[in-house]
């Protein structure tokens, strides 16, 4: 098992930044996939970005390709989530999720139930 938690979420005004982290904790960190999420009040929650614990080429979400950048130090177990050029759109909570990297392919990285770990959320509120 693996355990994850949030940090970095606050309030900002549109076109301001955020770095989120995840502090992973438990199995080697290596061996996952990981993925930052997002919900807004009353909809459902969306996977913004991705990656292999172990490298690899990031995936990213249409809504955040070219503001958002996923990163990830394995010396800390950490993953990151910079955020530029934030609009009020942006504003949810956000999720940091882990599962075993050789279930994270195609269509699952996104996807909700595809994931078993999840921390418990940081908040990101972004103002106009």
């Known amino acids: 098992q693996v355990r994850l938690v949030e940090s970095g979420g606050g309030s900002v005004q549109a076109g301001g930044s955020l770095r989120l982290s995840c502090a992973a904790s438990?199995?080697?960190?290596?061996?996952?996939?990981m993925a930052w999420f997002r919900q807004a009040p009353g909809k459902e929650r969306e996977g913004v970005a991705g990656?292999?614990?172990?490298?690899?080429?990031?995936y990213y979400a249409d809504s955040v390709k070219g503001r958002f950048t996923i990163s990830q130090d394995n010396t800390k177990n950490t993953l990151y989530l910079q955020m530029d050029s934030l609009k009020p759109e942006d504003t949810a909570m956000y999720y940091c999720?882990?599962?075993?990297?050789?279930?994270?392919?195609?269509?699952?990285?996104?996807?909700?139930?595809?994931?078993?770990?999840w921390g418990q959320g940081t908040q990101v509120t972004v103002s106009s």
């Open positions: 438990g199995r080697s960190y290596r061996n996952y996939c």
């Open positions: 990656i292999y614990a172990g490298g690899g080429s990031p």
């Open positions: 999720a882990a599962e075993d990297a050789n279930r994270c392919y195609g269509s699952r990285w996104f996807r909700r139930a595809a994931y078993d770990y």
